[in-house]
């Protein structure tokens, strides 16, 4: 009878284990449905401004997804896109910009912010170049060829501005970077950039946000702060999900990401960014209305 109990109970208790283990396995099969996730290229300018930091939160919210942001070079954010690696890009080069929709993987090329570039340098401006236009700013440097100038050289944004302007000042660029030590790439972003031309008392091109960003942290002030062809302009391209297969999944909630940088409530917080924490207006809001100088 005892012996007949013991077995009774023994084969109540493997019965419960094999019912909990049936219930563990039957909950753990069930899959949690994953987060939704938009992928944005952006300008480094962008990124060490603070601004996506704090714009991210905002979208995330909105619409119920995880944003993942990547910096970098404007050359190499486009790249990013055209291998489907993201599925929205925020940059500021025009005629990259341009053809990345012309050759079809941008659907298009939306404006929604600018301010303008600088030429920062020491205080003491030892190549005397201020209140020059950014032309014969850089002519004069390049004559000199000793006062340290400090160039991205990463086929950002602000390298290709350099670029241009070197262009415009009668000079070949690919000359002009293997002219002396005075010219120096870093090959990084704006922020490192900035770093090493403050510690060096050099000059260098940069985008005015940035710069306001890191003046504590720099020994270098404005220059050159005139003159059109410093504009510089920040715009918004979904990645085109009929060139590039990779986007498709996500098209809509890019197109939704092009909407809100754009969006009224948006563009007013934009506009008020940096104000109070350095008494400056990073960015102007310009949705739909690209300024021309």
Not at 13 to 40: D, H, K, M, Y
Not at 269 to 278: A, K, R
Request: charge should be negative; include cysteine.
């Amino acid at each position: 009878m005892k012996k007949g109990l013991c077995l009774l109970a023994i084969l109540v208790v493997l019965s419960a284990l094999v019912t909990n283990i049936g219930c563990a396995t039957q909950g753990a099969a069930q899959p949690l449905t994953p987060q939704e996730r938009l992928r944005v290229a952006t300008t480094t300018s962008l990124y060490d401004t603070g601004l996506w930091g704090y714009l991210e939160p905002m979208f995330e919210e909105e619409y119920d997804v995880e944003l993942d942001v990547l910096y970098a070079g404007t050359g190499i954010a486009l790249e990013y896109g055209r291998r489907g690696d993201v599925d929205v890009i925020t940059i500021h080069a025009k005629a990259q910009e341009l053809q990345f929709v012309a050759d079809g993987y941008g659907t298009e090329r939306v404006p929604f912010a600018y301010n303008y570039f600088l030429i920062v340098g020491p205080e003491s401006d030892p190549a005397g170049i201020k209140g020059m236009t950014p032309e014969d700013a850089f002519k004069k440097l390049a004559e000199m060829g000793r006062a340290p100038f400090i160039s991205r050289g990463d086929d950002s944004g602000t390298h290709s501005k350099e670029k241009t302007i070197w262009k415009n000042a009668g000079f070949d660029y690919e000359v002009i970077r293997q002219a002396g030590a005075w010219y120096v790439e870093t090959g990084k972003g704006m922020g490192p950039t900035l770093l090493h031309a403050s510690e060096k008392q050099g000059y260098t091109l940069v985008d005015m946000g940035t710069f306001v960003a890191y003046q504590g942290k720099v020994n270098l002030v404005p220059i050159v702060d005139k003159g059109s062809i410093m504009l510089n302009v920040y715009s918004v391209i979904a990645v085109n999900p009929e060139k590039v297969t990779g986007v498709r999944l996500n098209s809509e909630m890019a197109a939704n990401m092009v909407g809100f940088l754009t969006s009224p409530e948006i563009q007013e917080l934009i506009g008020e960014y940096g104000v109070e924490e350095y008494g400056l207006q990073l960015f102007t809001p310009c949705a739909g209305a690209e300024p021309q100088s």
